[in-house]
């Protein structure tokens, strides 16, 4: 009785919801663009445009229901660059120059752009309470807050993301052993401690929702050709050499989910690269591959690089070479399973042992 219940209720499940693919798509002008930040709940993510004639550089915001939008920039900011995006992708930071110089922004759709000169943006918390980024000039790492005012973590090193309530800051700086480092406000700015075997230096490059998982990639700065390597770090197990894709020269991982295993990345081959992904059981795969095994249309396609996930591991960032050969931005939504199909799998019946 029970197997047949399961076979009604798995054809009655609805069918599978598709792969949603898209490039980031380009206003008039513009021939190419980036991707380069995605909120955590996956439905805004942030890009940069480039405009050839005449150079330009815009900002652009996607949304799941709107598709891509230009940020029209103030005629006093010049070449902004879109860096980083709350969890809802209400607030977002970059930097870009003025007349005087370097200048950080903070962007809403209520006040538009806000500059902040002398300062650049590199990523704030879930809740934009904290901004991260470096001081033109002096390049002293901070965070700030509108409570608190700048807050210096030191005074070298570069600030690249925080944990999701800001508490946590990863970063680098040339003069800590490894130069990876890992920032709170009781500890200050901490290496990642010993590197892996043939390797003298690590770039963090995401950190996990909750501070505990910061992935990056590593190498031996001595060598002419080095091998680059890509890793997992937490305080318990330290640096955890992430496996590499088959016959790459260099593998990056620049993205990690809230579970701190779902993480992509790319690999370097002599001529070209791809985007990866290392699913949560450790393997890495082709990206490509993985999301047409899903039922994903990439036709025409090329998928160079991954440069951010959501929390929940389902949206995913990156760059590629679009039909015609143009650097393009992407993202890929990958649906939840259907939960009628997700019961159907939990009552199905089980061989008994012996």
């Known amino acids: 009785m029970l197997r047949q219940f399961v076979v009604v209720l798995a054809v009655a499940a609805p069918a599978a919801a598709q792969v949603n693919f898209s490039g980031l798509g380009r206003p008039p002008g513009a021939d190419t663009s980036v991707m380069t930040a995605v909120s955590a709940d996956g439905r805004v993510a942030l890009g940069t445009m480039f405009a050839p004639t005449p150079p330009d550089v815009w900002v652009a915001r996607w ?19 879109a860096n980083g995006i709350n969890s809802d992708g209400s607030v977002i930071v970059g930097s870009g120059y003025t007349n005087a110089g370097l200048t950080g922004y903070r962007w809403t759709r209520e006040s538009g752009y806000v500059l902040t000169p002398g300062y650049g943006f590199r990523a704030l918390s879930d809740d934009a309470h904290f901004i991260v980024g470096n001081q033109h000039l002096t390049d002293r790492p901070f965070r700030w807050s509108e409570a608190g005012g700048y807050q210096f973590m030191g005074d070298n090193g570069t600030a690249l993301r925080a944990s999701a309530d800001g508490s946590v800051v990863i970063g680098a700086n040339a003069e800590l052993p490894g130069a990876g480092w890992r920032w709170t406000a009781s500890t200050g700015q901490v290496s990642l401690g ?40 937490t305080p318990e197990g330290g640096y955890d050499l992430l496996a590499p894709l088959t016959a790459a020269m260099h593998t990056y991982a620049t993205g990690v989910a809230a579970d701190g295993r779902t993480i992509v990345g790319t690999a370097r081959f002599d001529n070209s690269e791809r985007a990866v992904i290392w699913t949560q059981d450790g393997e890495v795969h082709r990206l490509d591959t993985y999301l047409e095994s899903l039922g ?12 951010g996930i959501s929390d929940d591991g389902l949206t995913i960032i990156g760059n590629g070479l679009r039909p015609g050969g143009l650097t393009e931005g992407w993202i890929v939504q990958i649906p939840t399973p259907s939960s009628a199909l997700v019961l159907a799998l939990f009552l199905r019946p089980r061989r008994r042992r012996g």
């Open 296 to 307: 994903a249309d990439l036709s025409g396609w090329t998928l160079v690089s991954a440069t």
């Open 63 to 81: 949304t799941d229901q709107g598709g891509s939008e230009r940020l029209v920039e103030p005629s006093n900011l010049l070449a902004p660059f």
């Open 194 to 233: 010993d590197l892996p075997l043939g390797t003298d230096r690590s770039e963090p490059a995401d950190i996990s929702a909750d501070g505990s998982t910061i992935v990056g990639y590593a190498w031996d700065d001595l060598v002419p050709d080095p091998n680059v390597r890509p890793y997992r770090w």
